[in-house]
């Protein structure tokens, strides 16, 4: 039976999302039931997508990864693919019509298969959008249900929301991008290492994208809400903490939230929601 692959499909994207991050499972349980699978549909592809050209080092990722783009194409067409990431994947997308953020999305990952230094600012925001803003903008297109209004409402504040998101990863992960992938992503920032002034600088952008994102977080729909609410106190944490740091320390240690820490935030978050004051 499809319905028992479907099925099958969507628990592959669901553990896929359990095992690569603790923080984003989190805050998809928060979410309703009814939005759960879409959410881990999309992390499942984009998270696929991003490890062939990141992790991959030991197999040709150029032949993986367009491998991996027209497999997805067949499956847009065929409506099923053997790949349950994809198979799962190409549901939400013909549902919530994602095709155009998809397409944006994957031309960024064949970015990093290539290109190491985004060193202007044109070239830094163009990758922020296609690796980062489209995701949230796909999640927003599930949230809100395909409801074209709320969807223009609040498209700015996901995008925002998935620029901070993606420019504090690439704060905490500036020392694997610089030593093992070779990569520097800020324009201001190169591979032979970030200053405090130049950290400053990233550190008061970032926090501009959280204020910006946090006025459409807060006229989501319920279903979704606090979910979001979680991931954006979870990420506003892990900021100010690498704002505490010197600049050096980011380039011999990765930064992260204890688990302790993030029971912590959910709870102050459930309790905020319960109280309406989100």
Avoid at 165 to 189: A, C, H, M, W
């Amino acid at each position: 039976m499809k319905a028992l692959f479907d099925t099958s499909s969507l628990k592959c994207s669901k553990i896929v999302t359990q095992e690569y991050s603790t923080s984003f499972s989190w805050g998809i349980k928060l979410f309703s039931p009814s939005i759960r699978p879409a959410i881990y549909a999309i992390y499942g592809f984009v998270r696929y997508a991003d490890e062939i050209v990141d992790s991959f080092d030991a197999y040709n990722q150029e032949e993986l990864f367009h491998e991996f783009v027209a497999d997805y194409h067949k499956a847009l067409e065929r409506k099923i693919s053997l790949n349950p990431i994809l198979n799962a994947f190409q549901e939400v997308v013909l549902k919530y019509d994602l095709q155009q953020f998809v397409e944006d999305f994957l031309k960024r990952m064949e970015y990093d298969l290539n290109v190491t230094d985004y060193n202007t600012e044109e070239a830094y925001k163009n990758y922020i959008y296609g690796s980062a803003d489209v995701v949230g903008l796909m999640c927003l297109r599930v949230f809100v249900n395909n409801d074209e209004a709320q969807f223009n409402h609040l498209k700015t504040s996901a995008q925002f929301l998935g620029s901070a998101f993606q420019k504090v990863n690439f704060l905490r992960d500036i020392k694997d991008d610089t030593e093992i992938l070779g990569r520097s992503y800020f324009p201001n920032v190169n591979t032979n290492g970030i200053s405090n002034v130049a950290k400053e600088d990233i550190i008061k952008d970032i926090q501009q994208d959280f204020n910006e994102a946090y006025k459409g977080i807060v006229q989501l729909p319920i279903e979704s809400r606090l979910g979001v609410y979680l991931a954006y106190k979870y990420y506003l944490k892990l900021l100010h903490k690498l704002e505490r740091l010197d600049s050096k320390r980011l380039l011999y240690e990765r930064i992260r939230i204890s688990n302790p820490l993030k029971l912590v935030i959910l709870t102050k978050a459930y309790i905020r929601y319960k109280l309406n004051v989100i």
